[in-house]
């Protein structure tokens, strides 16, 4: 059976979305999205807003994060030809989800995960720093102060690229990106990411489980990914993300039940600007990750 009802991967301005948490509650409900999931980059700063939020409008929340990590497998020169792509993603993001969490009740619970979470995102704001260093030095002086003005958790280079909009040094995020500000280029500085591995350990100790997001962004054949995340102890990847095609995620929903592993979904909606809507996203039931649907 086939459902629209779940949304697993949305943001909110705690990290690089356009809307306040409420406002994309709202439009959940008025895409019919019933089971919905904020996963800010590295915070959890939204959850009891967002717990909230769902439960005056009928909607099961579930408290999610997506981590940034080191990449587990190398891109592969064949793959991204094959796609168009000119490279991978410096990093990969994992999405853990605490289903049986009640942010709204109580937060002891994943109190441990919280903690160590915390560093990362303490460690944006050192990296953001290094950052307007380089375009300062490049002829584009940046106010750190306005850059993190603009993140209410968890600040990250979308945020600046609307400073550099908004000081006139691009026309658009997209060119802050692809000029200046994308993996490698001169004003980009990475920051210290856990492993897959670490990550999957600090989430199953807190109850959660994870799920690769994006995983077309990362330049790894389907049988080599799916084997590498079986590997790490991940239990499931987004097979259903609005930059896959419809071969490329039933290619993951059918690996994924080949290593008893399950799936989720999500609009990664951060915005109406971006063109984006939430749910909409099509998927079989029977093969979301069991902790979704108990």
């Known amino acids: 059976m086939w459902t629209q009802r779940f949304d697993l991967h949305s943001h909110s301005t705690n990290s690089d979305g356009q809307h306040e948490v409420d406002d994309v509650a709202e439009m959940m409900e008025e895409q019919g999205v019933s089971v919905w999931a904020l996963t800010d980059h590295d ?89 307007c260093a380089r375009l300062e030095a490049l002829g584009m002086p940046v106010n750190i102060d306005d850059v993190l003005a603009r993140a209410d958790g968890s600040v990250g280079r979308p945020h600046l690229a609307e400073e550099m909009v908004k000081l006139g040094y691009v026309e658009s995020k997209h060119e802050a990106f692809e000029r200046w500000l994308g993996d490698g280029l001169p004003a980009f500085v990475a920051h210290e990411k856990p492993t897959i591995a670490e990550a999957v350990e600090a989430v199953k100790a807190a109850g959660g489980f994870t799920s690769l997001a994006h995983p077309l962004y990362y330049g790894v054949d389907v049988p080599v990914l799916m084997n590498t995340l079986n590997n790490l102890g991940v239990d499931a990847v987004e097979a259903v993300h609005r930059s896959h095609d419809d071969m490329y995620r039933h290619a993951l929903m059918e690996a994924a039940v080949e290593r008893n592993m399950g799936i989720t979904v999500g609009s990664d909606f951060h915005g109406l600007d971006y063109q984006q809507r939430p749910g909409c996203m099509p998927v079989v039931i029977d093969a979301l990750h069991p902790m979704l649907t108990e």
């Open 43 to 131: 915070t959890t700063s939204g959850w009891k807003q967002a717990a909230i939020a769902a439960a005056s409008r009928g909607i099961q929340f579930i408290p999610g994060v997506e981590i940034t990590c080191t990449p587990a497998h190398p891109p592969m020169p064949e793959v991204l030809k094959a796609r168009g792509q000119e490279r991978a993603s410096s990093s990969w993001h994992l999405l853990a989800y605490f289903p049986r969490h009640h942010p709204a009740v109580s937060e002891t619970a994943v109190d441990a995960f919280k903690q160590w979470l915390m560093p990362r995102q303490l460690g944006r704001e050192p990296r953001m720093r290094l950052m």
